[in-house]
């Protein structure tokens, strides 16, 4: 597979490693009232990017980066503690441990006795999902900062869907949100690579107590559209 074919295919929605299951918090808001219309959607899109959007990609492209090096294991390791510090919403943790999951079991079948990609295959069993994003992106000779994008892609676009159920706005409304804050995108990116030197310690910690909190509501719902 080309790298081009690759970075189609990690931004691609209906790639089966559960994401389409996930409102990326957007279910709770808009029960919540804080998410109603068109407007507030956009803006609730913008924050997740410039928040966990943004540590997300930060991650993922400084794992990216990592995954390039000859013992990535180590760092990886310490990447995906200092991302658990970052994720105060127990909630929170489990979706983005799950995602990664899910998505380490798709990877590493596409990668199945393909040599070049040995590390998809020694990455940990629950590792944060920005982390077997990064790797992918790696394994695939893709860059940090087209990992970065990715991640930065997916915080918007699965809510952005999961609002088209959520709340029966147009969706020719939510891809036209999409593309006014898609300069937005291109900046957080080119934001998250510079972080792929210097101490993990050091990296993005944009926090979101909103979406935390309602991680946490919605996680306790015996009634909902979306896992997360």
């Known amino acids: 597979m ?12 209906r790639l089966p490693a559960g994401g389409y299951a996930h409102s990326g918090g957007l279910e709770e808001s808009v029960r919540a009232g804080r998410v109603g219309d068109a407007e507030s959607l956009e803006s609730f899109l913008e924050g997740r990017a410039r928040t966990v959007g ?14 390039r090096g000859l ?3 180590p760092e990886l390791e310490v990447l995906d503690a200092e991302l658990d510090a970052r994720t105060p919403s127990p909630a929170q943790r489990e979706t983005s441990r799950q995602l990664g999951r899910q998505l380490h079991r798709l990877l590493t079948g596409m990668a199945q006795g393909k040599p070049q990609y040995p590390l998809l295959e020694r990455l940990p069993s629950a590792p944060h999902q920005p982390l077997v994003l990064g790797t992918a992106c ?27 159920r959520l709340m029966s706005i147009d969706p020719f409304r939510t891809h036209a949100a999409l593309a006014r804050i898609a300069p937005s995108l291109d900046r957080l990116a080119r ?3 510079q972080h792929c030197g210097g101490e993990p310690r050091d990296m993005p910690a944009a926090a979101a107590p909103l979406l935390d909190i309602a991680a946490e509501a919605h996680a306790t719902r015996s009634e909902r559209l979306f896992a997360s």
Do not use: K, N
């Open 138 to 164: 790696a394994a695939f000779g893709l860059r940090p900062l087209d990992a970065a994008l990715v991640a930065l892609h997916e915080s918007v676009t699965g809510p952005a869907v999961a609002a088209v």
């Open 191 to 193: 934001h998250a690579v």
């Open 71 to 73: 013992d990535p294991l």
């Open 54 to 67: 943004l540590v997300s990609a930060a991650f993922a492209a400084r794992s990216c980066q990592a995954a």
């Open 2 to 13: 080309s790298a081009q074919a690759a970075l189609l295919l990690f931004a691609d929605g």
